[in-house]
């Protein structure tokens, strides 16, 4: 069975500072990976997603996030945190191929003090 | 641009009574998903449809019910409205041939029950 952890539901950076929100996940089969984040009163959108092409992908908004299989990790990153980073970020692994369940971690809240 | 609608972001209804979330899509795409978001308990997966009246249980079926009469359009319907499923709820689409299926969420609806 598939699962999603996510390290910390609540994440407070400095703007200009590194941001890491941790992801970890299970999965019998390799699987595909995805960060969504979601703005206040708003649905969540595809921040960036791991096919198995590249081990670190790039996002959007200067995002992006590194799979390490040894680890079972797909932490996200980001170099110089904006204000506008603030937000809901949530991990997600799906089997794909035409498969229809996703399954989202609990979400991490991130916090950007000026 | 992927067009997701809901229709309506906030919602306040009785207990006993029968409510109706709507979702339509202008993407033509096959799959489409209900969600509850609870804070610290991520994204779960009430229903799910793959076709034209076609449909599946999720996580968390208990309570509601769906109709898919129409490709774009997948209604959940909470037959008699309890307190506990005072949430917000989210309709996502997919399109199932993606090799790496990302989903498409609308704005959610936030439903309030007393």
């Known amino acids: 069975a598939q699962s999603v952890t996510q390290l910390g539901s609540h994440v407070s950076v400095s703007e200009g500072a590194l941001v890491l929100l941790r992801c970890n996940y299970s999965s019998s089969v390799p699987p595909y990976l995805f960060w969504y984040v979601q703005y206040p009163n708003q649905g969540l959108q595809l921040l960036l997603k791991?096919?198995?092409?590249?081990?670190l992908v790039k996002g959007i908004n200067g995002f992006e996030a590194e799979f390490k299989k040894s680890e079972t990790s797909f932490h996200l990153t980001k170099p110089s945190a904006h204000m506008r980073d603030a937000a809901e970020y949530f991990c997600a692994v799906s089997l794909g191929g035409g498969g229809f369940k996703t399954i989202f971690g609990a979400g991490t809240r991130l916090f950007v003090k000026a | 641009d992927v067009k997701v609608t809901q229709s309506s972001r906030y919602l306040v209804k009785r207990t006993g009574e029968k409510v109706f979330l709507e979702c339509v899509q202008d993407?033509?795409?096959?799959?489409m998903f209900w969600y509850r978001q609870d804070p610290g308990l991520g994204l779960r997966l009430i229903y799910f449809s793959y076709d034209v009246k076609m449909k599946e249980k999720g996580d968390i079926p208990e309570g509601y019910s769906v109709s898919r009469e129409k490709k774009e359009r997948f209604s959940l319907i909470l037959e008699s409205a309890s307190t506990n499923q005072t949430s917000m709820y989210l309709c996502?689409?997919?399109?199932?041939?993606?090799?790496?299926?990302?989903?498409?969420f609308g704005p959610g609806t936030r439903l309030t029950v007393t």
């Open positions: 791991y096919t198995s092409a590249a081990t």
């Open positions: 996502a689409i997919q399109r199932p041939t993606d090799r790496a299926p990302e989903q498409y």
């Open positions: 993407m033509d795409h096959e799959n």
